[in-house]
Each structure stands twice: as C-alpha cells, then as structure tokens.
C-alpha cells in the first residue's frame, strides 16, 4: 500500500472551513484515499473515501487531484468536537486487510 | 447492529500473566484487524485476518497470538504480559469489497501491566 504524508498538526478557527491536505504520490491506479478520525481516546471512525472523483457527505468533503498524488479533507463548518487526530490511507481494491495507520494530523479547533 | 464489540475494556495485569483480549463483529466482515495505540501515539497494526482460518503478521506481532475460527471472531492473546504491552488494543473490521466503508472499529480495551 502506499504511504501517505500529513502535516503533523493544524488549527483551525471555530465556524471554518478546516483543510488537511494529504500527499500519496505512489498511489496505484487501484488504490483508494480513505479518511479517518479519532477523538481523543475512542476508535478511529470513517469519514470518507473515494477514488479519483470528489466526495461528499454529511461529515465532509473530499478533493483529490487530477494525478490522484494528494488530497484534501474539508470540514466545511469546524466545530470543537472536530478537535481530533486525521488519518489519511490509501488502501487497495479488496486488500484493505493490511491497513497502516501513520500517525495522522492533530487538528485543534479554537474558539 | 452492535458493530465491533471489545471485551474487557479495562485490565490490568502482572507480568508474566497471560489472558486473551476478545473481539467479534456482527456485519459479516471478511477482514479483521488487531492494533495497539500507545500514548500520544498513532495505530500500529499488530495480525490480521482476511477470513476464517487464515491470520498474518502484522508490523509489531512479537508477544501476541491470534486465531480465526469464525468468521465473527477475532481473539488476541497475550502470551506472556510485559509492562511494554501496557497500551490501548483496538480491534476493527472491513469488508472486502472496495466501495465499502473501510473499517469499523471497537471502543478499545484498555491494558496495564505492571
């Protein structure tokens, strides 16, 4: 799988849009960008994935390039409970069982 | 649906103890996952299974063992607890199928051992 690349922490003002960018130049043409939060100390929980069309759903927004080399994650309207750690994966077609976590981007949002 | 269920969600041990750290699932997930996160750190992948009977090593695999009898099931035993094991275990699962919503995971179980 490939590896990605994060800002190590972000902030971001209450009310915001809040961008964490993400670079996996070595992904495969068959490999997803999938996105995960943690909140303080529970499970990480999905967010969003996709392949090489933009996303959108109730949570957030996803942009990926037209070479598919990074990504950006939008929270459209930060709110404090978005104060999180973001992990960004790439993850094969059907081989998402060797899922590495790298260590993410802490994101802060301030009031 | 329950999701990913982790049991217990806090222990703690003596050195040397051993003891098994459950997980089960109820969405017929193929892939299951075992992952330790220590303090102030990110996730690292301990085993990992694609299906019943069939398990690999993941990146920190020393210390632990694994099984998959069931397709719901995914226990992780601790052989011989060390205070380097001290850590929070999460357990998660995903479907094979790429368009599904990657993993699913467990509220954690929580180890100390002293």
Redesign the interface.
Known sequence: DAKTTQPPSMDCAEGRAANLPCNHSTISG?E?V?W?RQIH??????II?GLKNNETNEMASLIITEDRKSSTLILPHATLRDTA?Y?C?V????G?????????TRLFVKA | NAGVTQTPKFQVLKTGQSMTLQCAQDMNHEYMSWYRQDPGMGLRLIHYSVGAGITDQGEVPNGYNVSRSTTEDFPLRLLSAAPSQTSVYFCASSSSRASGYGYTFGSGTRLTVV
């Open positions: 068959n997803y999938y995960y100390s529970q499970g990480p929980q999905y994935h750690v992990y994966i993850r094969v077609e059907n998402g069982f060797k899922t590495i976590f790298g260590a993410g």
